[in-house]
């Protein structure tokens, strides 16, 4: 392992297609290759499981860079339930910024809703040769009961909206119908068999998983066409005991794979 002193972290700017300010920290170990780090559902570049790769990659002489998409974090825009393939564009911008600045993206990653997005990037552009999916869900139309109750459909579609609130009452976020539907009408099964066959995959999950089942992570291994499948046993959705194996699964995987397609 090469060790790195010298990394720089730094917060950047760059602008989504929507004019929105989206922000990040780049930690540059000073390599052209760079691994950018997607965030899942309400959560942001400060995540735990964000932080860990970060040093974890720096510890290996590579760059790495963790955001905010839009509507969460420090980014500007309004967060919506939804907007998986809007969040997809936001991946690009980041990667179109990276290679205006003539670093090469070497992977990208995503846990949970990150998962879905990454995978989502490859299915519409084929220029990234490794994709680690962390606990992504294969199935959208599940576990939007256990966020929303039941009858979410019939109430979303009477009302035109579902507000979330927290155990003290307050509001969280709002569902929208027009957020709904974007969920349900995403599909990851037609996504991941357009993924090419020279894109590299990896899918990590934990089998104690308590947000998103294993099983999803068995159905994405079915469909796409160069992957490998990789259960930490124990490991609940945020790796709460696990982080340090799922670095150890996450960074052979990179550091094996081709550089990137820029």
Known sequence: MSENPVTRQQKVTLQNKHGEKLVGVFHDAG????????????SSK???????????????????????????GESEGLFQYGNYWREVEDLRSVVEYFIAANRRITAILGHSKGGNIVLLYA???????????????????????ERLGKDFLERIKK?????????????QYRVT???????????????CLVIDKECRVLTV??????????????????????????IIEGADHSYTSHQAELTSVVLPFIKEGPAGGQ
């Open 205 to 230: 999950h934990g089998s104690a998983d308590e947000i998103i089942p294993v099983e999803d992570a068995l159905d994405f291994a079915k469909i796409i066409p160069n992957h490998k499948l990789h």
């Open 123 to 145: 299915s519409k552009y084929h220029d990234i040769c490794n994709v680690i999916n962390v606990s992504g869900r294969y199935k959208l139309d599940r576990g939007i009961e």
């Open 159 to 171: 009302d035109g909206h579902i507000d979330v609130k927290s155990g003290a009452g307050d509001v």
């Open 46 to 72: 400060m995540n735990e499981t964000m932080m860990n790769f970060s040093a974890a990659l720096e510890k290996e002489g590579i760059s790495a860079f963790r955001f905010d998409f839009a509507g969460n």
């Open 177 to 191: 119908v027009e957020s709904m539907m974007d969920r349900l009408n995403t599909n990851m099964h037609e996504a």
């Open 31 to 42: 390599s052209a290759d760079v691994v950018v780090l997607c965030h899942g559902f309400r």
